[in-house]
């Protein structure tokens, strides 16, 4: 944007939402910024994307890949972390969720220990597997800028995603960061991804991807015997609102 008067201004970043494969995919992170001093210059604004899911593969499966940071004025809104997948050997860490603004919910494991979400950073840490380690090896949910993901429910259900964080710069309160729904590897049940944009686990299916705009983490996929794939992550939004001089406006940007 070209800022062609000096003045001040807030704005919200989130990032993009955290990609599934078992477990739900990690809200974006959100940084919301008030009363900031903008020059005359021309200032570059990115949105993030949203991280790419991955097949519930069986065996040794890739996690889901993070989202992309938003920036804006040395400013961001980081990505939320990619979810763990189903993973045979130990200590193989492709079944744990990864960092990220939101943290990712853990994979599935046959081996007997807990795998672990990812660890959120604004935000809330990604769901656990519960120590469930039988078949159908269920998830945990993707961490949310509200809350944290949930862990696995029961041996067949994988947990639910963190709610995300409300939000009024662009005049109305709109909630964003939640995090994806994880479901169980096998033939198990998808839980709701959280508000904000969080995609629901699928249940012996694909799962859904985080709402564009929102930073909205993705739904995990199951599905025994099959390769069905998990939700990408929502992409993220970038909204800044001049306050002064006495010509205002928002502006949003839009991936």
Do not use: H
Not at 142 to 158: E, K, P, S
Not at 224 to 244: D, E, H
């Amino acid at each position: 944007i070209v800022s062609d008067a000096s003045g001040t201004a807030d704005s919200l970043l989130v990032g993009g939402g955290g990609g599934a494969a078992v477990g739900g995919g990690g809200g974006g992170g959100l940084t919301y910024t008030t009363g900031q001093t903008l020059l005359v210059q021309t200032y570059a604004v990115v949105v993030g994307a949203g991280g790419a899911g991955a097949a519930n593969v069986a065996g040794n499966g890739s996690q889901g890949s993070d989202g992309t940071a938003s920036t804006f004025n040395s400013l961001s809104g980081l990505g939320g972390g990619g979810s763990g997948n189903m993973n045979y050997t130990d200590p193989s860490t492709s079944k744990n969720g990864r960092n990220g603004g939101c943290g990712g919910g853990a994979g599935g494991t046959s081996t007997n220990e807990t795998t672990t979400g990812g660890t959120g950073n604004p935000g809330s840490n990604g769901g656990t597997n519960a120590g469930r380690f039988a078949a159908p090896y269920p998830g945990g949910g993707g961490g949310g800028m509200g809350a944290v993901g949930g862990n696995a429910v029961d041996a067949n259900t994988g947990g639910v995603g963190g709610n995300g964080s409300a939000n009024s710069i662009s005049g109305s309160s709109v909630t964003y960061c939640g995090g994806g729904g994880g479901t169980a590897w096998g033939n198990g049940i998808g839980s709701a991804g959280g508000t904000g944009g969080g995609g629901a686990g699928g249940s012996n299916a694909a799962g859904t991807a985080g709402t564009a705009n929102t930073g909205g983490g993705g739904g995990g996929a199951g599905g025994s015997g099959v390769s069905n794939v998990g939700g990408a992550g929502g992409t993220g939004v970038a909204i800044i609102r001049y306050l002064t001089p006495v010509t205002t406006g928002n502006y949003s940007f839009f991936m």
